[in-house]
């Protein structure tokens, strides 16, 4: 008999019953709502009748629709978005659920603040209606989204009725060279294997590239398992990853925590344990990654030319890149460095932690932001940012030409409120590139903070190498 894979074990730890249809009843460990749909799932549970079966165990904050703008109030840009805030904070009172409010200092990015308040735990289960739940998966929980209906079940019941997923691993080989970093990383993986590489699987990212990355940066790799269609995305933890937990505010004490540690120390996989898909990627010839099109599989290195369609292996292959091209009013050919922009963007569940800022500042130090183009750095929660302005780093930002937000979502997403301008050429941190999602007919190009912050200056797309 073979060994268990981490996800097996985390799998079999949570398993309460084996349903029909091939379904299994899953122990919840932890429920995180956000404003966008957090409130109406509280409110639409309590008018049937029900209430949240363990309070202590749901989180909420604001982060979806909340404006960002320095001295913000209750106001939101997008339509309707008051009442949404305003519901949220109704139904998590009538709950007793913790919301991290605005002018909370816990407040941000729920998957930024789940791990940074410590509750994400490494071997927990974690759910939260939003697709990238999968990044606490950084620490070795079994996190991933779900939808409204799904949080209302969770939150009465601490159960969910799901699905067993099949079991990937991705090993990432060898040592990063400098100025290419987990974004890549991932970037690299979606374009080699297509978006839809991880087949619906729980992936777990393993190998020597992996565990030389911080927890941070592990953050960064889990957030874009999604994008490569996977159920989730995990990573075992290891000493690095108890070094992070540990003492933060939801993070078990004392000897509960010796206790703890030694459990989490065994959550990894078995020498002998079988996936059902494996792949491997050498990383010591990665370069930094841009996409050039409208999925983050187009994605290719800053020194390479945009494909051409004609190389397709299919037809359906071949219009989606035409269609792609058109939209980014892009050729075939053409060098992707040195394409003017419009816009640069620092921010999102993807790349707003502390460690994103000060890679990005290095990079800014000392230089000046190209004329005409608008940069926005907006970090993942008020803890970040305090601490960002506590080292000064704020301040390189500002002289440099950024703006300097509070903390929320914002312009990772257009949803009727603050947006890009029509067809502007964006250079993001953020995590999709769909056809208008920062904005109408705005051009996003994703790409690692380092590769944001050297665009902004050159005012074309450019290679952090060159300055760093």
């Known amino acids: 008999m073979s060994g268990l894979s981490l996800f097996e074990k985390l799998w079999r730890q949570h398993l309460l019953a084996e349903l029909d249809e091939g379904d299994s009843l899953i122990h919840i460990d932890r429920v995180f709502l956000h404003e966008r749909t957090g409130g109406v799932a509280l409110q639409a549970l309590a008018e049937a009748g029900h209430r949240v079966r ?17 001295g913000r109030s209750d106001n939101t840009l997008m339509p309707g978005g008051e009442a949404f805030i305003r519901i949220t904070r109704e139904q998590t009172a009538k709950s007793g659920i913790q919301l991290f409010d605005l002018g909370d200092e816990r407040q941000g990015i729920v998957h930024v603040v789940s791990p940074e308040q410590g509750i994400v735990l490494p071997g927990a289960t974690v759910v939260c209606p939003d697709s990238h739940t999968c990044t606490q998966g950084a620490l070795g929980a079994l996190a991933w989204g779900i939808g409204s209906s799904e949080a209302e079940h969770a939150l009465a019941t601490q159960t969910l009725r799901v699905v067993k997923p099949k079991s990937m691993r991705v090993t990432f080989d060898g040592q990063l060279p400098q100025g290419v970093t987990a974004k890549d990383m991932i970037l690299a993986l979606i374009a080699r294997d297509s978006a839809s590489g991880a087949r619906g699987s729980v992936v777990e990212f393993a190998g020597e ?41 939801f993070a078990p004490k004392g000897e509960a925590w010796e206790r703890a540690a030694t459990a989490w120390r065994e959550l990894r996989s078995d020498a002998d344990a079988r996936f059902d898909f494996e792949t491997r990627l050498d990383v ?16 290719i290195g800053v020194g390479e030319c945009v494909p051409d369609p004609a190389s397709a292996a299919d037809g359906a292959t071949r219009a989606a890149m035409d269609k792609a091209l058109a939209y980014m009013g ?9 394409t003017p922009i419009d816009a640069a963007f620092i921010g999102s569940c993807t790349n707003s ?96 903070p380092i590769t944001v912050a050297a665009s902004a200056i050159a005012g074309c797309i450019a290679d952090p190498r060159r300055l760093t």
């Open 284 to 299: 010591g010839a990665l370069s930094p990654m841009l996409t050039w099109g409208t999925s983050p599989q187009h994605a």
């Open 54 to 70: 363990n309070p202590q165990l749901a989180f909420a904050t604001l982060d979806h629709i909340v404006d960002t703008f320095p």
């Open 209 to 249: 590239a992996v565990q030389r990355l911080s927890v941070e940066a592990r953050m960064t790799l889990c957030n874009m398992a999604v994008e490569f269609s996977a159920f989730t995305g995990l990573i075992a933890p290891d000493q690095a990853t108890l070094d992070y937990v540990q003492g933060r505010p």
């Open 353 to 448: 932690r502390l460690s994103d800022l000060r890679a990005a500042a290095a990079v800014l130090r000392g230089r000046k932001v190209a004329a005409g183009v608008k940069a926005i750095c907006v970090p993942g929660s008020t803890q970040v940012k305090l601490a960002a302005e506590a080292e000064g780093l704020h301040q390189v930002f500002l002289d440099a030409g950024f703006e300097w937000r509070e903390s929320g979502c914002s312009m990772c997403f257009f949803a009727g409120g603050e947006s890009f301008g029509l067809q502007q050429r964006v250079v993001s941190t953020t995590n999709r590139n769909f056809e208008s999602r920062q904005g109408p007919q705005t051009r996003t190009h994703l790409a690692s």
């Open 330 to 338: 892009l050729q075939a050919g053409q060098p992707l460095a040195g």
